[in-house]
């Protein structure tokens, strides 16, 4: 998006366009979309199901597969709209269901485990990236984040080949720490107490403050639960098909991240996309970051959204992070139209175009545009 394009919007116009959207399909959020929730989330516990009761034959793709699908449906589409108020308005839901139950306390081990903490994702991910998208304070500002590796002396083949790597294992290296980090921050800022920043180093080692806390509140959690208990839960059928479920499970951790990474990382990444160096100042100034920040992959029925976690609405999640799934599939017409009226760039493309996309800013090949 050019800057004389970006700058022309009617930015209150706009406003005034989304927010009829969103006046519209708040009035229709019922029982139905909560009941859409739970298809799509026996979707994903049917995979773990067959996963986990096929692991234990042998190392296989097909369960690694299925339960790396259960636990990705688990986190983007469940943990993910639940966590971020998206069925706390309908009357009569079970209380886990909403955002003030859904993975606090005790209830982390039945509703979402993970390597991010849920309370440490909330904050990060719902909070910060959402209301700061493609700032410099955005923590999940891709071209900000990778700036060592952008400018570094390593030959580009390498760096494509170091984010491969990246790329299989994130989710514990990158978002664990990461977003225990924002949380302990904001703690520190709400007592009124000084928050440093420790070295890469010492949020590792175990007998460090910050290390202890990343081990005890996120790796070590999610590692005996999913590596531990689980597994010995075939202990009736011998060693060899416990060995068998930790293998399947270590390959469906990697599969989980390659998935993850497809999906997120190009959400908010390109030679297209725009990053911002201050706060907006306006809600049309706000609605129209959210729109030329954001990148959309195809869409339209339940299947295509399984695979995508519903992460292929994110130009219309932005708008409204507090919707339920479902109500995504009826506004992205909608959306693309005020788009087409305000002559504003509506990018959905497939995921893998989008990738190497993301892929060529990770490594400097190519920079986001900054219209403003």
Not at 90 to 111: A, N, Q, V
Not at 242 to 269: D, K, Q, R, W, Y
Not at 320 to 339: E, I
Not at 346 to 372: C, H, N
């Amino acid at each position: 998006m050019n800057v004389e394009l970006y700058h022309a919007v009617d930015r209150e116009q706009l406003a005034k366009d989304i927010d009829a959207i969103q006046k519209d399909i708040l009035r229709e959020t019922s029982m139905s979309d909560f009941e859409h929730l739970q298809k799509i989330e026996r979707w994903g516990k049917i995979c773990s199901a067959i996963g986990y009761g096929t692991a234990w034959i042998a190392p296989n793709p097909i369960s690694a597969y299925l339960i790396s699908q259960g636990n990705f449906t688990r986190w983007t589409t469940i943990a993910h709209h639940v966590l971020h108020r998206g069925y706390d308005k309908i009357e009569g839901i079970p209380p886990e269901y909403t955002s003030k139950k859904f993975g606090r306390g005790w209830r982390r081990y039945l509703d979402w485990i993970d390597w991010m903490h849920p309370n440490a994702w909330d904050k990060e991910h719902n909070d910060i990236h959402h209301y700061h998208l493609g700032e410099e304070i955005d923590p999940d500002q891709v071209e900000y984040n990778m700036e060592t590796l952008r400018g570094s002396n390593i030959p580009r083949w390498g760096r494509y080949l170091l984010l491969g790597v990246m790329a299989a294992t994130w989710k514990v290296f990158y978002y664990a720490p990461s977003t225990l980090t924002e949380m302990r921050a904001l703690e520190a800022k709400k007592a009124g107490r000084p928050w440093v920043e420790t070295t890469r180093a010492d949020k590792w080692n175990p007998f460090k403050p910050a290390g202890r806390d990343l081990w005890i509140s996120c790796l070590l959690p999610y590692s005996i639960v999913r590596f531990g208990v689980i597994p010995l839960l075939f202990f009736p059928l011998g060693a060899v098909a416990i060995t068998n479920v930790i293998i399947n499970s270590l390959i469906a951790e990697v599969m989980t991240n390659l998935h993850s990474f497809l999906v997120i990382g190009p959400n908010h990444t390109g030679d297209d996309v725009c990053m911002f160096k201050e706060k907006a100042s306006s809600k049309g100034e706000f609605y129209l970051r959210q729109i030329v920040g954001s990148v959309n992959y195809p869409t339209g029925t339940n299947l295509l959204d399984f695979l995508h976690g519903w992460l292929n609405y994110q130009i219309e999640h932005h708008l409204w992070p507090d919707m339920a799934a479902s109500q995504y599939q009826k506004v992205q017409p909608r959306v693309k139209a005020v788009c087409e009226k305000h002559n504003i760039p509506y990018i959905q493309e497939s995921v893998f175009k989008r990738l190497w996309k993301t892929l060529d800013v990770m490594v400097g090949k190519t920079s986001m545009l900054k219209p403003a």
